[in-house]
């Protein structure tokens, strides 16, 4: 018998089995990392951004009908103290709104002075006065700030037009955050009334 018969029924075996070298295709281990570095990566470039959960849907504030700001409850709450709830005013220390020329004629004159504050001399009505009216820019939006001049402008004897938000930003835009004004200062900035 030769050597090659006795090797043929090995020869007829498959090899024997191993485990694999790569039980994960490439291809899986490839998408695994993409998937990680997606993740990883999709947290790192929301640093700092609110937590939303992925909802980015905003809430649609809704304010009940006649909830808005009311230009006489601001006036009671903020200048009658001073301008007297009569808007007469108390003579030689509060100006009276009433009839004031400083109030009815150009709507950024008022503007400009309830926003920002008033001192040094100011003649009102044939009368000086001499005080400091503070600046209300911090204390009310642009929205309070037109209804409280709107409603003064309208009330008591006063008939001037309302005044729009709109003309309160604008003159926050312009003036940002200005010191309290006087009476020339004004005059360089705006029309003085006669
Ligand atoms: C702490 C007292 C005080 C408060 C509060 C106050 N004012 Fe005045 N206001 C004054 C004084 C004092 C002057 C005059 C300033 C000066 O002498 O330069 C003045 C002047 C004015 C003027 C220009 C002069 C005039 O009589 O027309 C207007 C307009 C005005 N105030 C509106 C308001 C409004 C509106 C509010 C409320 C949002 C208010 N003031 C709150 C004290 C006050």
Known sequence: MSSRDTQRAQRRENPEPSEGQRPVPRLVVLWIGVLLLWGVGYYAWNIGAPLTGGDSRTAVVQEPAGSGVNGEKLFTAHCAACHQPTGQGVAGTFPPLVGSRWLLNDPT????????????????????????????GDKLSAEELAAVLSYVRGAWDNDAAAIEPALVKEHRERYGHHDAWSVEALGDSFTLPE
Not at 120 to 131: A, C, S
């Open 109 to 136: 004159l008022p503007i400009a002075i309830v926003n920002d504050g008033l001192s040094g001399p100011i003649t009102v009505d044939g009368e000086e006065y001499q005080g400091n009216m503070p600046a209300f």
